[in-house]
């Protein structure tokens, strides 16, 4: 197949071990109120679960053992969201102390905390019945605090000399309720919210010479006031007790991986979603969790493999639980602290105090403005590193505060920033395009933006010159002159995901619309509307605006000199292989002065082009392809051509070739972090594997690839689902490589790409032959065959030609079959292309079998096999094996024919061809040979009756009232694949309408079921 060249309320709980009975599961009971969203969201969602505490095991451990040696004060300090709750909580389930009641309170986020509020709120739920309880007169004192147990409290004691008198009164009156309680150990939740009167009262617990009640408090540094007593807690030693402080950190890439499997039932999540999130939320845990939600609501996340990835449907945006913290918390700052936090989250990247300070303006003096960027760095939203640089801690703070900027006011400070940095030397040009962009100066942006990509594109870093250019050049009203400059400048091809290039493409057409360019500047601009075109596999549109750009392109003979060679490649056209090859050698001829890595992009288009067309000559071009190259331009080039000499080796059957070109250029690819070329390689190496019979993990392998939306192209996924479908064949289910296949064809006719269709086409017509399905395979492979009459390549006619001389066998047409194989060896001949002729051989075998003389057609079969089995092809060598076995069982040659078909058992059954072994097994169980049935551990899991996961995930869109069109927008997949995959799960669950499945998994609970199933 011809695929295309590489291009808060208190927190109130009660929990008390003895009552618990002996083996049962302890657990924290609420009492009252509900779970602080200060440091978690409890909040349930019911297709996703709840995250296990990960990263933790060192804090639990040393929380334990502390716990385990009463009394003990224990200090859990760390910012907003980085699990102190979630930490308590874990230890109280699971570890609580033995013997003891606890009592588990939080402070409130109040302006005015009350007095002891905490401490009361958390004993008022605690007892049912005062009186037992036997408090001494002392307890008179609590009658302020707790004026509903006033019938139960002893009588109000006489006045204190002063104040201090009174409350160290009221302490110990706290104090005796809570040992006649048997608190072994009180929890206060966010300390740093607490009143004074409560800071002194754990003050006061701790200072006693024989403390009673253990302490445990959790509290964010960054929120601690100067002068808060919080800080005399955390610093001096407890009188009577040891002491164990904590500090939270957040998460590493390989703990938020942890932690987002959990959340997806133990299914892993790759290696680039956990960086994607860790990068956007630093491991944060709270930021991470919300995150996860937030995807998995909009179907941001889907399976692809064995993993979880991110299908970049939409960014990450900020959870609207982070962004209300950081809101909340910035809030709670002076003025200026405020607008230091909207100046550093103008300027994102570190930046100096002064360059904070400027952005601020006008905000106050620059004294005050500086006192106020140190109020928002002691808060903790900001910090300043050794270098002196000030920018967030967290980038979704960051993002949260920027968003809450008004537009008009965020316009001013990026343009602020911008005359600030200007005056750097030297200035940073990327920094200045960003905030020329943000602030609308378009001639200042393209300045900046143009540099920017030059010194990228000089460092090698042809990556963040593509984003660059593509965000100007489709953001930006342009002049035709600097489109013309900008897009010449990098190599699209780079580019990820169809929708980039279709926003590029209409930028250019918008360019030639209205822009009025000049003749030569309108031919440049199609030309690279071609190159577009050309990498999103769209060829014949692509030729169509080469062949109008080429006349006008005389002022560049080096831009011309690639449109010919561009116009000699023979896809997505009918065009003669002749006239391709006419504009191939014309190349050749033309000399024209040009750059190295012009010259070399010529070199490996012309050389790609000739092999396509089945010239020899092109592998002599693709010799001269070096193994590397100084610059990036020559290096992306050689990485192409690398690949496309193994796409090409593929075609003509020089498998050992084919492997030493493509692991060449994956090499390329990876050293120099080509991802798409890497992944378009990936995909021809999956081609190779099955052709090779190296199956081990290809099923898994092919399905992965088929659903990367995001690196390849909707053509370059259709190899990897032939793979599928071939796979499923061999194994024996027929059913599913019949789909699979005949949604190849689907899509490749829908591409418009005839030759995408010839190997499609020949793997469902060899399985419908199979099932005598004559008709159908003439009608499957008529047009394909037509095409390469046509066309002239019948070197692309490997998979094609056999079968389709088999059916016109079978229908009675052998002139027409004798015909065809007289034209694909004439269109072969003299052409080193082992694949094609081991083909040939099959062909001439069938024309043998059908002719009645079973030894001759044994014979060729036999050097077919022979054919197939020194490319290596050891899957259709075996196939041709039995069919000539079963040649020599029609001439009476059985003992030959049952020992060979033996041969062909071992071999299959190794190979994985399951449903190939089983046919051979029962030709020779019947002919009295005892064969044991292999075992079979390969293929692709069958779900049988049960939804499989992509089944579930159009379901779960079903149940929520989505059209077919709209699911398939959501996972990307055709509304025709969507349809099917509806009418599967309704025919797995015996229903006959959309309304019936819906209601059929909302009772039987399938959707939440297998769900939970899945992320349990």
């Known amino acids: 197949m011809a695929y295309p060249l590489a291009t808060p309320p208190c927190n109130l709980w009660s929990y008390c071990p003895r009552k618990t009975a002996v083996g049962a599961r302890r657990r924290l009971s609420p009492t009252v109120g509900r779970m602080s969203t200060s440091d978690s969201d409890t909040r349930d969602l019911p297709a996703i679960a709840s995250p296990a505490l990960v990263g933790r095991e060192r804090e639990l451990a040393a929380l334990k053992a502390a716990l385990s040696d009463p009394p003990v004060v224990v200090l859990i300090e760390g910012e907003a969201g980085i699990g102190k709750s979630r930490l308590i909580q874990e230890l109280l389930a699971a570890h609580a102390p033995a013997r003891q009641r606890v009592l588990l309170a939080a402070c409130p986020a109040v302006r005015q905390p009350f007095t002891l509020g905490p401490v009361v709120d958390a004993i008022r739920p605690a007892t049912e019945d005062v009186a037992r309880l036997g408090l001494s007169a002392l307890a008179g004192a609590l009658r302020p605090l707790f004026p509903e147990w006033a019938s139960a409290l002893p009588p109000a004691p006489d006045l204190a000399e002063d104040a201090a008198a009174a409350r160290h009164r009221l302490f110990r009156a706290i104090e005796e309720i809570l040992v006649r309680l048997e608190i072994g150990l009180l929890t206060v939740e966010d300390m ?178 500086l006192a106020g960027l140190a109020e928002a760095v002691g808060s903790g939203l900001l910090r300043e590193d050794q270098r002196g640089l000030v920018s967030y801690r967290h980038m979704l703070a960051c993002r949260a505060v920027y968003e809450a900027i008004p537009v008009p006011q965020r316009r001013a400070m990026h343009l602020r920033a911008a005359h600030v940095f200007e005056d750097t030397t030297p200035p940073p040009v990327a920094q200045l395009a960003r905030h020329f962009r943000e602030a609308g100066d378009t001639t200042a942006w393209c300045r900046y933006t143009e540099q920017s990509a030059d010194l990228a594109l000089a460092s090698g870093d042809d990556a963040t010159a593509v984003v660059l250019v593509h965000d100007l050049l489709t953001n930006a009203d342009l002049p035709p002159a600097d489109v013309v400059r900008l897009t010449g400048k990098v190599p699209f091809c780079l580019l990820s995901g169809h929708e980039r290039y279709r926003e590029l493409m209409d930028a250019l057409r918008l360019a030639l619309e209205s822009g009025e360019p000049t003749p030569s500047e309108a031919a440049e601009i199609r030309f690279h509307v071609a190159r577009l075109l050309q990498q999103t596999e769209s060829f014949e549109q692509s030729r169509i605006e080469m062949e109008r750009a080429l006349p006008d392109l005389g002022h560049d003979p080096a831009k011309a000199v690639r449109a010919m060679m561009f116009l000699g490649l023979p896809y997505g056209t009918t065009t003669p292989a002749a006239e391709h090859l006419r504009w191939l050698r014309r190349v050749a001829q033309v000399p024209v002065s040009m750059a190295p890595e012009d010259r070399l992009s010529i070199r490996v288009g012309r050389a790609g082009g000739l092999l396509l067309l089945g010239e020899g000559e092109g592998w002599a071009e693709a010799a001269l392809i070096a193994d590397d190259a100084p610059t990036a331009a020559e290096r992306q080039q050689i990485t192409i051509g690398h690949h496309n000499v193994g796409h090409m080796a593929l075609i003509w059957g020089r498998y050992p070739e084919a492997r030493r070109a493509l692991t060449l250029a994956a090499g390329l690819a990876d050293t120099y972090q080509y991802q798409k070329l890497r992944r378009k390689g990936q995909v021809t190496l999956a081609q190779l594997d099955w052709l090779t019979g190296a199956w081990d993990g290809l099923a898994d392998r092919a399905l992965s690839l088929a659903d990367d939306e995001e690196l390849l192209q909707p053509v370059s996924r259709l190899a990897p689902t032939v793979v599928t479908g071939l796979l499923y064949a061999a194994r024996g289910d027929q059913d599913r490589a019949d789909e699979c296949l005949r949604r190849v064809l689907e899509q490749a006719d829908r591409h418009g790409g005839a030759e995408y269709s010839v190997e499609p086409a020949g793997a469902l017509a060899r399985l419908r032959l199979g099932a005598g399905r004559v008709d159908d395979v003439l009608r499957l492979t008529d047009g394909p065959i037509r095409f390469l009459e046509r066309k002239g390549t019948w070197i692309w006619a490997t998979e094609l030609a056999p079968v389709r001389a088999e059916a016109l066998l079978m229908a009675g047409r052998i002139d027409e079959a004798g015909d065809l194989v007289d034209a694909f060896a004439a269109g072969v001949r003299d052409r080193r292309a082992p694949g094609p002729h081991a083909a040939l051989s099959a062909c001439r075998a069938i024309l043998a079998q059908h002719q009645d003389d079973p030894l001759s057609a044994a014979e060729l079969f036999a050097r077919a096999a022979d054919a197939w089995q020194g490319l290596p092809r050891p899957y259709d060598a075996l196939l041709s094996r039995e069919r000539q076995a079963r040649c020599l069982l029609r001439a009476d040659q059985s003992d030959v024919a049952l020992s060979l078909l033996t041969e062909i058992f071992q071999g299959l059954s190794t190979l994985g061809a399951r449903g190939d072994a089983e046919r051979v097994m029962h030709t020779l169980r019947a002919s009295g040979v005892g064969v044991k049935r292999p075992s079979w551990h390969g293929g692709r899991r069958s779900y049988g009756d049960q939804l499989s996961p992509r089944e579930l995930d159009v379901v779960r869109l079903l149940v929520g009232g989505r059209t077919n069109r709209e699911i398939a927008g959501v996972l990307i997949l055709s509304p025709k694949t969507v349809a099917r995959h509806v009418e599967t799960a309704m025919r797995k669950l015996e229903v006959s309408s959309r309304t019936a499945l819906a209601v059929k998994v909302v009772e039987a609970g399938v959707v939440v079921d297998s769900l939970a199933r899945a992320h349990r």
């Not at 950081?326 to 809030?331: D, F, I, Q, T």
């Open 192 to 369: 740093h919210w607490a009143d004074e009167a409560t800071l002194e009262f754990l003050l006061f617990l701790t200072s006693r010479p024989r403390q009673q009640v253990s302490l445990l408090v959790s509290y964010r540094p960054e929120e601690i006031a100067p002068d808060s007593l919080l800080l005399r807690l955390s610093s001096r030693q407890p009188t009577g007790a040891a002491r164990l402080r904590l500090s939270l950190e957040p998460l590493d890439v390989p703990g938020t991986a942890a932690m987002v499997s959990s959340m997806l039932g133990g299914e892993r999540a790759s290696d680039e979603l956990a960086t994607i999130l860790h990068d956007r939320t630093d491991g944060l845990p709270l930021a991470v969790e919300e995150s996860v939600r937030l995807m998995w609501n909009r179907a941001d996340m889907t399976r692809r493999g064995d993993s979880w990835v991110w299908q970049r449907l939409s960014e990450i945006d900020v959870p609207p639980t982070v962004r209300d913290v950081v809101l909340e918390r910035s809030a709670r700052l002076g003025p200026a602290a405020q607008a230091a936090l909207r100046a550093a989250a103008v300027l994102a990247d570190p930046a100096p105090e002064d360059a904070v300070v400027e952005v601020m303006a006008p905000e106050g003096d620059p004294a005050s403005r």
